[in-house]
């Protein structure tokens, strides 16, 4: 019944378990005097369970030879279910695991994130396995010397790990010491040649794994297509009658296709997800579908006119919001900012309502203020300077002048800072405005998580 609905599979696990632990007795050294000189010989250690025919070549085909020593073996005792440690046997555990993706030219992984991949693994089945550890001997102190070396390892147990593979939830096993015969000689031991053998007994629990089912993840993130108009209709493939209806295409055209179409508005300290009709939207809806939060997640705000532009991007942290499912903790990455053009403003200010002295600091050489209103020659605070809105003004230790006239950089971007609030802005041509808080459409931001 069993090979009509499951195919043949075989992960030599308990194999890996036997070769971690012939690995534990291995290398153990015993001390020789041979000729006046002294040696330090490897105690070889091996797996015990073999045929009959190999052992038979071993002694030479006789039965007057007896095994080489010292030497250390390893075999299977017994393999019982642990009853105690069954869990739920249907739990289905799900890990979403995202690559590095792999530069083929330059042959090594790049910082960008590569393709994603959905792991189910399923609850192995427990089992208590018993080892037999036998220590070939011809003399007591040889014995000696070897089980003082192994009597320190276990105290009374030690943990091994029986792969390298992080999803394996399996890998780590105990090994414990639970009893020791001495020697399977009698006393008294008469003329019998047959060599001294230790019997040392451990408790392995472990566990047998299924098969987990791994899933590439193929959601499209992001469709960038590009649309010409030609000359000739009939190059398209399509009946003249036809024209019109491209008739309203522009020269170069772009479509831009998100997940649900969601944007995202972000101010300092928080990014909101919002629907098309601009309403706020849970912030797990997307971040299901590509894996989960962590510490190194971020978000990429890219803060062009061109969605294909990546010269541009700001970048910030992002975490969970315990407070707002709709919203993420957001904090800019200063660096990634673009480099001011104007030096810093101290403040923006509404020139008729702050004036130096009064509202702002007593003037002194090198302060700029950025103004929300038109500034006339009438306030005599500001040194019958006459100024318009979005213009910057600097007192040179004589007098207030204009540092920036807006109306005079209409077709110039600019960027400068505010101290005072520690945010920047940009100069659009007609007016300042945050150069990274704001709403961007699908297409102009980037979840990583």
Same mark, same amino acid.
């Given at each position: ?32 005097? #041979? ?18 025919? =190999?052992? $038979?070549?071993?002694?030479? +085909?006789?039965?007057?030879?007896? +095994? ?5 073996? %390893? ?6 279910? *642990? ?51 036998? =220590? ?15 009597? %320190? ?30 020697? &399977?000689?009698?006393?008294? *031991?008469? #003329? ?49 009658? /036809? /024209? ?8 170069? *055209? ?16 928080? *990014? ?59 904090? %800019? ?20 309502? &702050? ?34 809105? +979005?213009?910057?003004?600097? /007192? ?17 971007? $600019? ?35």
């Amino acid at each position: 019944m069993a090979g009509k609905n499951l195919d043949y599979w075989y992960d030599e696990q308990i194999k890996r378990y036997l070769i971690q632990l012939v690995r534990i007795f291995s290398n153990f050294k015993v001390k020789q005097i #041979v000729n006046g000189e002294v040696h330090y010989d490897r105690v070889p250690a091996r797996y015990g369970d073999i045929s009959r025919m =190999v052992a $038979h070549i071993l002694r030479n +085909n006789s039965e007057n030879a007896i +095994n080489n020593s010292p030497q250390i073996t %390893i075999s299977i005792q017994s393999i019982n279910p *642990a009853r105690e440690r069954i869990q739920e046997p249907f739990l289905v555990d799900t890990q979403q695991v995202a690559e590095r993706e792999f530069d083929k030219v330059a042959g090594q992984y790049t910082s960008e994130q590569g393709n994603l991949y959905t792991t189910q693994r399923y609850m192995p089945v427990p089992y208590n396995m018993n080892i037999q550890v036998d =220590v070939w001997t011809t003399n007591t102190d040889t014995k000696l010397q070897i089980l003082e070396q192994l009597f %320190i390892i276990f105290n009374p147990g030690i943990q091994l790990q029986s792969n390298d593979n992080p999803l394996d939830w399996t890998s780590i096993f105990e090994v414990e010491l639970s009893d020791i015969q001495w020697s &399977s000689r009698t006393l008294p *031991a008469g #003329v019998d040649e047959s060599l001294d053998i230790s019997t040392l007994t451990f408790f392995v629990p472990i566990w047998i794994s299924p098969p987990a089912k791994v899933k590439r993840q193929t959601i499209i993130q992001k469709i960038v297509n590009d649309i010409h108009k030609v000359d000739n209709i009939q190059d398209l493939g399509f009946d003249q009658a /036809y /024209y019109d209806f491209f008739g309203s295409l522009k020269e170069d *055209a772009q479509v831009i296709v998100a997940p649900n179409d969601l944007q995202v508005q972000v101010s300092i300290g928080g *990014a909101t997800l919002l629907r098309q009709n601009m309403t706020a939207t849970p912030w797990s809806d997307i971040i299901e579908m590509v894996g989960e939060l962590r510490a190194t997640s971020r978000l990429e705000l890219n803060i062009s006119n061109d969605v294909a532009d990546l010269t541009q991007l700001v970048i910030g942290s992002i975490a969970k919001n315990p407070l707002d499912a709709n919203n993420l903790v957001f904090n %800019i990455d200063r660096d990634t900012l673009p480099t001011n053009t104007l030096d810093n403003v101290d403040k923006i200010i509404d020139p008729r309502n &702050s004036r130096p002295s009064n509202g702002l600091a007593p003037q002194e050489l090198g302060q700029r203020y950025l103004l929300t209103e038109d500034l006339s020659s009438d306030f005599v605070e500001w040194g019958g300077i006459s100024a318009s809105a +979005n213009d910057i003004i600097q /007192y040179n230790g004589t007098t207030w002048v204009v540092a920036f006239d807006g109306s005079q950089s209409s077709d110039v971007t $600019h960027f400068v800072t505010n101290s005072f609030a520690n945010d920047q802005y940009k100069w659009t041509g007609t007016a300042w405005i945050s150069s990274w808080q704001g709403t961007y459409n699908p297409g102009f931001w980037r979840l990583i998580l």
